[in-house]
């Protein structure tokens, strides 16, 4: 498996990555006012949309990685980065994917001097929750928010080491 930046004529591909993980996982109701942005995600050329790709050529994941001032709501200032629509598709889980995503756009973040990343998450993504735990995210709670009345998001952060530059 690879995990790559997406090429433009893959987004649409990883729109319905996305949608298809959050429907899977009960996340995601047809006709939900939140599909359209899951589709749209890094279209606008905002951010870095990777993908996971099998040796086969499949793409079977995906996570967008945000900074400063182009990022979403959670994001405080341009030390910060986030994380956003980490999908992987059901028959792709339990191998490492997710996580490879994730410390490709934490390597990434650092590259870029980023010193905290940070990331929404709905209180019933379990499986996603222990997967930032188990990366050092920990809760960060007086940044919680809710996107639409009756939704809350929790925010979770991660202190970022600094990537060693040569002067």
């Known amino acids: 498996m690879m995990i790559r930046e997406a090429q433009p004529g893959e987004l649409a591909r ?5 949608v298809a993980a959050y429907r899977a996982d009960g996340f995601l109701s047809a006709g939900s006012h939140y599909e359209p942005t899951l589709r749209a995600l ?5 951010g870095e949309v990777l993908v996971a790709e ?9 996570v967008t990685l945000q900074r400063w ?4 709501q959670v994001v405080a200032g341009p030390d910060e980065a986030e994380i956003r629509a ?9 191998n490492g994917v997710g996580r490879a995503l994730l410390t490709s756009a934490l390597d990434r973040a650092i590259r870029a001097g980023a010193r905290l990343m940070v990331l929404s998450t709905e209180p019933a993504m379990k499986t996603a929750h222990r997967l930032y735990e188990s990366a050092g995210f920990h809760r960060v709670p007086d940044r919680d928010w809710s996107p639409v009345p009756g939704v809350t ?9 600094q990537a060693h530059r040569l002067a």
């Open 14 to 18: 990883i729109g319905e990555i996305r």
């Open 42 to 46: 890094g279209a606008d050329g905002t």
């Open 54 to 62: 099998r040796s086969d050529g499949e793409l079977v994941g995906t």
């Open 69 to 72: 001032p182009q990022a979403g």
């Open 86 to 94: 980490l999908a992987v598709l059901p028959v792709a889980r339990g």
């Open 153 to 161: 998001l929790l925010v979770y952060g991660l202190m970022l080491p």
